[in-house]
C-alpha cells in the first residue's frame, strides 16, 4: 500500500506558475507509475498527466499541453506538477494517483491510490 500526499496549492494570479508536490509512502514509490487529475467545480475528474516508473511522461487534454508537465524523484519519494501560464479554468482540485499497471495508465479505474487533493484557484 502506498499513502499519498499532494501539497502546494494556493490562490494565484492568471499567468503565475506553481508547483505541486505529491509524497508517497509506504511501499516502494519507484514501483507505480503515477499520474495527476483534477476536478473542477461542476465538471468529471480529468487527467491531466501521467509517467511511467522510468520518468517519461506524457501530457493528456490540449487544454494543459505545453503548459503543464510532471516529473518524479524517485530518491525522494516525490512526484512533482510544474504549472506555467495558469489560466483562471486551471482552478480545481488537484489529485495525485499510484497504479501498480506497467506503462502510462490514463483511466481512473486503473489508479489504486489516491491523495485528498490540494485546490488552486487561479484569479484574473
Known amino acids: 500500500q502506498v499513502q499519498l500526499v499532494e501539497s502546494g496549492g494556493g490562490l494565484v494570479q492568471a499567468g503565475d506558475s506553481l508547483r505541486l508536490s505529491c509524497a508517497a509512502s509506504?511501499?516502494?514509490?519507484?514501483?507505480?507509475?503515477m499520474g495527476w487529475f483534477r476536478q473542477a467545480p461542476g465538471k468529471e475528474r480529468e487527467i491531466l498527466v501521467a509517467i511511467r516508473r522510468s520518468g517519461d511522461s506524457t501530457t493528456y487534454p490540449g487544454s494543459v499541453k505545453g503548459r503543464f508537465t510532471i516529473s518524479r524523484d524517485n530518491a525522494k519519494n516525490t512526484m512533482y506538477l510544474h504549472m506555467n501560464n495558469l489560466k483562471p479554468d486551471d482552478t480545481a482540485i488537484y489529485y495525485c494517483?499510484?497504479?501498480?499497471?506497467?506503462?502510462?495508465?490514463?483511466?481512473?479505474?486503473?489508479?489504486?491510490?489516491w491523495g485528498q487533493g490540494t485546490q488552486v484557484t487561479v484569479s484574473s
Open positions: 509506504g511501499r516502494k514509490f519507484s514501483s507505480y507509475a
Open positions: 494517483a499510484a497504479s501498480s499497471k506497467l506503462g502510462y495508465v490514463n483511466q481512473e479505474k486503473d489508479y489504486d491510490y
